[in-house]
């Protein structure tokens, strides 16, 4: 038998689709059913490389984890990762095929995009009793119905049972729900409309909610709270603008292009003292044990928002005093003494802090690893697993600091508390945290997302109708 289909749609981006369809997917799972997640296209700058060396949205692993399976590249066919200027690098199937800008993109969706699409949802349809999908953005983005392949195309060719979702935190919710409807195409298809981030008392929502029924024909199947406290990974930077922890123990420097962020959920998780820090509060770092620079779309623009704010003067200030400094993937790279962009592009002098320099080329390495330490900082039974999404190559004169198969990864300075690593994930390993920052931190990443993807999911079961979604899947 073919997998039934539910579709979660928003009245916009961030309204809580992915959320939602992380509760879904989580409850169906529970139910014993085999069910997958899919997301058509993804614009994203929080990936996750696959063991086959695909690169997809984290959004979707963490979905394929909510259904206990693991993830793959037709979970998440087509991902956009903004380069700024108007282009993405476009990842296709888990690979990438170059950068696009918004015409070539649209070129892209309208030619080759449909059979992507088709292909990799048709198989998850094949292997699973329900897949639960997300969509992007809006569906009555009227400018774009003839490439919106996430939304229109779906409810096109596929027919699935559909959910409306409206975020009462940005206000407006009412109008964003009936203003969708009457502007997206196939509005017949959305059996249920649900209302998001209710903060207060719900109950003051009735009046409004029965009169949006009487208008649309359709039922608010409920309100969700706002879950305050819920320890989810971030899909887009607004996700990480605000510290969600007290203190300055951790500085993380928030260069503009900055991605991956997922790298920081462990210490959000583990409750530390985590600052992000800009231009305007760079004084934080002051007060850090530990600075971070975290992955960067491009380095070259970053590193010279650094050097106008005069925070690579401060961060090599900090590192001779003794202050532990950490770069990942592209943090790392800024870290050494140069970086050559290739392709007829001038190179760049990196911060200084290691012996290193990286040269770009037209290969992107993509992958999981597993690693151990190699004495200093990290001894050789600190252990792990993580994955590398990166172009450079990075030539260290330093000695490295993980070993992974029989290389050496990664640098640690001899001079200094600086180290760099293209091993995305080591943060969520609580020995490497702990020897960091000089004190025991005890975390469980993964336990920690099973425990919220639980309660997300609970809280869904207790606060929306779910009689129309089951009664579609029997």
């Not at 003839?146 to 049972?161: G, Q, R, V």
Request: hydrophobic share 40%.
């Amino acid at each position: 038998m073919a997998a039934k289909l539910l579709m979660v749609l928003g009245t916009s981006s961030s309204a809580g689709k992915t959320t939602i369809s992380t509760a879904l997917c989580r409850i169906l799972k529970d139910l014993g059913l085999s069910v997958a997640p899919f997301k058509a296209a993804n614009m994203s700058l929080n990936s996750i490389s696959l063991p086959d060396g695909s690169e997809i949205a984290r959004a979707q692993w963490l979905q394929a984890m909510a259904c206990g399976i693991d993830a793959t590249r037709d979970m998440n066919p087509i991902l956009l990762k903004p380069e700024g200027g108007g282009k993405s690098q476009l990842i296709v199937r888990g690979t990438a095929i170059g950068v696009k800008s918004f015409s070539e993109y649209g070129e892209f969706m309208a030619s080759s995009g449909k059979s992507i699409v088709s292909e990799s949802l048709s198989s998850l349809i094949e292997g699973h009793d329900a897949v639960v999908i997300e969509g992007a953005g809006s569906p009555a983005e009227i400018n774009m119905m003839d490439t919106d392949l996430a939304n229109t195309y779906i409810m096109k060719e596929f027919n699935p049972f559909s959910i409306l979702v409206g975020d009462i935190e940005k206000g407006g919710v009412f109008a964003s729900l009936y203003g969708t409807l009457s502007l997206m195409p196939f509005p017949e298809k959305v059996g249920g409309l649900v209302i998001n981030r209710m903060r207060g008392n719900r109950d003051i929502l009735q009046p409004g909610i029965r009169k949006l029924e009487d208008r649309t024909g359709k039922k608010v199947l409920g309100v969700m709270p706002y879950l305050d406290g819920l320890l989810l990974p971030g899909e887009d930077s607004l996700d990480y603008e605000i510290s969600k922890t007290p203190g300055s123990e951790i500085a993380v420097i928030r260069y503009p292009h900055a991605e991956n962020y997922s790298d920081l959920d462990s210490l959000f998780f583990s409750g530390l003292g985590t600052r992000l820090v800009n231009h305007r509060n760079q004084e934080e770092m002051e007060k850090a044990r530990l600075i971070i620079l975290p992955g960067s779309k491009r380095a070259d623009l970053d590193l010279e928002y650094l050097r106008s704010s005069g925070m690579d003067f401060r961060i090599r200030q900090l590192a001779s005093g003794g202050v532990a400094v950490l770069g990942i993937c592209g943090g790392y790279q800024m870290l050494g003494k140069e970086i050559d962009f290739g392709a007829g592009k001038p190179t760049v002098q990196g911060i200084g802090l290691l012996d290193s320099s990286t040269v770009y080329g037209n290969v992107k390495k993509t992958g999981q690893v597993e690693y151990c330490g190699t004495g200093s900082p990290f001894p050789e039974d600190v252990t792990g697993a993580g994955y590398e999404i990166h172009y450079g190559s990075v030539n260290s004169r330093e000695p490295p600091l993980f070993k992974v198969g029989s290389r050496g990864e990664g640098s640690a300075s001899e001079t200094s508390r600086v180290f760099g690593t293209n091993i995305h994930g080591i943060l969520e390993n609580p020995k490497i945290l702990s020897l960091l920052l000089g004190r025991k931190i005890a975390l469980d990443y993964n336990q920690v997302l099973e425990a919220n993807i639980d309660r997300l999911s609970e809280e869904f079961r207790k606060n929306v109708d779910l009689s129309p979604v089951m009664e579609f899947i029997r």
